[in-house]
């Protein structure tokens, strides 16, 4: 049985209210990011790279919007100072991370980075899930957004390619 | 050094900081304000530690795309971002990305020194021929212009208070160094909560 769990990852962020989608898109999130733009009350906010995000949704934060940000973990490499502003004013950020690099990978570029996002994550003193089974995603999702929300914290979602796939490319 | 930049125009701008960012927050009304790290915090401050100010300490390059996330979550407030051009430069993108949005309650300036301020006066690429309101129009801001006179000031300070955005201004200003003054609280959770308290009555 196909789990849908990118409507998963959408009904608990229409739970929490989230309401701006910043996001570098990354093919792993290329339904969600469909599905967000068919939602009314969801504003979809593309980048131009991943740490623009962050300040972003410290703004939106500030006018009383909650937000997420969707990248590939190449892109939390792109992060890593804008993250100080989340975690010295406590901003809440949630970041949803397509992995690469971690489990199967074709592009060798991909790999410094995916083994790196969940160490430097942690060591930047932010919240990380790994969901390596689609199965997980809901109780997963509702387990980050909780803290996230409530801590207020800043907390990663990483997105395992055992989930999305590895892409191949053809290859 | 090679390069194209001219180390000695901007001591002789004439328009003031201080006094500029002092004529732009008088009768600031209901604006919410962003204030890009270092100088401009200082310029701020100099004319209040106003709790719908949020002073950047940090954060570098996020100043613009902070008035963003800001300007989206509330549409019917104008928001001011203001920056300086080493800021600015290090986000530049995000000029695109507040293009690529629908909005018009967002208005940025930049205090242009072509100068980074805290670090020892190094010239910025704006000390050369690089035109940041060019950027800003290219990018789909709804109005760009730069402002070298205390004239072009003066008749720029109605649109920067309310023109329909997103708008741009680049303000050539003077490359001096000031007595920093007051400075708002370094705290960031007093910040964002006084911030949020002001606006939303709520914690």
């Known amino acids: ?42 504003r979809l906010v593309p980048l131009t790279t991943e740490e623009e995000g962050i300040a972003v949704l410290a703004g939106a934060w500030l006018g009383g919007q909650r937000g997420v940000l969707l990248m590939q973990s190449s892109g939390v490499g792109n992060c890593i100072n804008m993250l100080s502003l989340a975690r010295v004013c406590r901003f809440p950020l949630l970041m949803l991370v397509t992995m690469r690099g971690q489990w199967g990978e074709f592009n ?51 997105i395992g390619q055992s989930v999305i796939g590895a892409k191949s490319f053809g290859k | 050094m090679n390069g194209t930049l001219d180390r000695n125009r901007a001591a002789d701008y004439p328009l003031r900081r201080r006094e500029v960012v002092a004529a732009m927050l008088a009768e600031r009304g209901d604006m919410l304000v962003v204030a890009g790290l270092g100088a401009p915090v200082w310029d701020c401050t100099a004319v209040a530690d106003h709790p719908l100010n949020f002073p950047l300490w940090g954060a570098m390059g996020g100043a613009a795309a902070m008035g963003l996330g800001l ?41 242009d020194n072509e100068r980074y301020g805290e670090t020892g006066m190094q010239l ?20 760009a212009a730069s402002i070298s006179s205390d004239n072009e000031f003066k008749a720029a300070l109605p649109a920067i ?37 002001a606006l939303l009555g709520a914690a």
Not at chain 1, 114 to 125: I, M, R, Y
């Open chain 1, 1 to 42: 049985m196909q789990v849908d769990w990118t409507g998963a990852i959408i009904s608990v962020l229409r739970d929490w209210r989230v309401r701006q989608v910043a996001y570098v898109p990354d093919a792993g999130h290329s339904e969600l990011i469909r599905r967000c733009d068919e939602v009314d009350d969801m």
């Open chain 1, 108 to 158: 060798p570029w991909q790999v410094p980075m995916g083994q790196l996002t969940p160490k430097v994550l942690e060591a930047a003193g932010n919240l990380v899930f790994s969901v390596d089974e689609p199965g997980q995603m809901g109780q997963t999702m509702e387990a980050a957004a909780r803290m996230t929300f409530e801590g207020p914290a800043q907390a990663a979602v990483l």
């Open chain 2, 71 to 111: 300007a989206m979550a509330q549409p019917d407030r104008r928001v001011l971002v203001i920056t300086g051009d080493g800021e600015m430069l290090m986000g530049l993108g995000a000029l695109t990305t507040i293009g690529a949005q629908k909005l018009d309650n967002l208005a940025i300036v930049v205090c």
């Open chain 2, 124 to 143: 910025t690429h704006t000390a050369g021929g690089l035109d940041l309101p060019a950027m800003a129009l290219a990018a789909g801001f709804a109005s």
């Open chain 2, 161 to 197: 208070r309310s023109a329909q955005g997103p708008a741009f201004w680049s303000i050539k200003i003077r490359a001096e160094t000031l007595a920093i003054g007051a400075m708002p609280p370094k705290d960031g959770v007093t910040l964002k909560d006084r911030f949020r308290s």
